[in-house]
């Protein structure tokens, strides 16, 4: 055991009882010694809007669990830090939710966009699931058998088939800026990433009428100007083309294209995301459900 995680062992409140599952799993029952290893695990929380208490043996009505997740990084041990009612990006040090507005939303991950080669922080990423439980469940039936990180996130079939499942009841890709940004380079990015791709998705998926929608999209950051750090940008897609932008809590467009669709999937944990971190940590976490 490194010594980072020896210390995280010595300085953790010691409950009655800890349980660690799976992060979609509410099986109340399973209980485990206290281990703190040099990979990953997920706990869980027992929150209520005043108190979050650590493997409490009792759940009261009204009560719900939510994910704790540890990240191996390097030789000692990185955490997504859990909050009361957030998830702390490590990288940025930016909060997501644990639960959207709409309250079927739940987070899966979240990760950072970075700007090579000085790793700028641009904004931060976390992907959301709508009916998380059933989708993870759909989803690890058909890849049960895989139990390595590098080799899930290789797999450009396991990828399409989230993608597929998630869209049958939504998902969501959220972004918060990390750094103050104009409009105009946030159009300029998006662009760069997914001018591309529409065009695959014409030539080779049979999805036509991408660049318009993606017009539409740039005119989103540019009508909102300057972007301070914290605000959130909310790609919300349900069946396989429907997409709604909103930018702090306002609706900016409505976009019923595939193209566009697939091709923001793709962006984000296609073969080639413009986060790798954030693709990996969604990979972990749908490991730590099987």
Not at 10 to 36: D, G, K, M
Not at 66 to 95: H, N, V
Not at 160 to 169: E, G, Y
Request: net charge positive; charged share 20%; proline share 5%.
């Amino acid at each position: 055991m490194s010594r980072r995680a020896a210390s995280l062992v010595r300085c953790a409140p010691r409950p009655h009882r800890w349980f660690f599952t799976s992060i979609h799993s509410r099986a109340h029952e399973l209980a485990c010694p206290t281990r703190i290893t040099q990979g990953h695990y997920i706990g869980l929380l027992e929150t209520t809007k005043r108190t979050t208490t650590y493997g409490s043996s009792n759940t009261a009505p009204g009560r719900s669990w939510l994910p704790w997740t540890l990240l191996a990084l390097g030789g000692g041990i990185a955490y997504a830090e859990p909050l009361q009612d957030s998830l702390l990006e490590k990288d940025t040090g930016l909060k997501f939710p644990l639960v959207l507005d709409d309250g079927t939303s739940t987070i899966v991950a979240a990760g950072p966009r970075l700007m090579t080669p000085l790793k700028v922080k641009v904004y931060a990423i976390a992907l959301y699931l709508r009916n998380r439980e059933q989708t993870m469940s759909r989803v690890a039936m058909q890849w049960s058998s895989i139990h390595d990180t590098t080799e899930l996130i290789s797999r450009t079939e396991f990828w399409d088939a989230l993608r597929l499942d998630a869209s049958k009841d939504g998902f969501t890709v959220v972004l918060q800026v990390a750094r103050q940004v104009t409009g105009k380079h946030m159009q300029v990015g998006f662009d760069r990433a997914l001018v591309k791709r529409v065009r695959y998705a014409a030539k080779s998926l049979d999805m036509p009428g991408g660049k318009d929608a993606l017009r539409i999209l740039n005119r989103c950051f540019l009508e909102k100007g300057t972007m301070n750090p914290g605000c959130k940008i909310e790609l919300g897609m349900s069946g396989s083309s429907e997409l709604s932008v909103t930018i702090d809590g306002k609706v900016y467009a409505e976009i019923s294209n595939p193209a566009i669709c697939w091709s923001i999937w793709d962006m984000f944990f296609g073969e080639s995301p413009v986060s790798p971190e954030t693709k990996e940590q969604v990979a972990r976490s749908f490991l730590a459900s099987l």
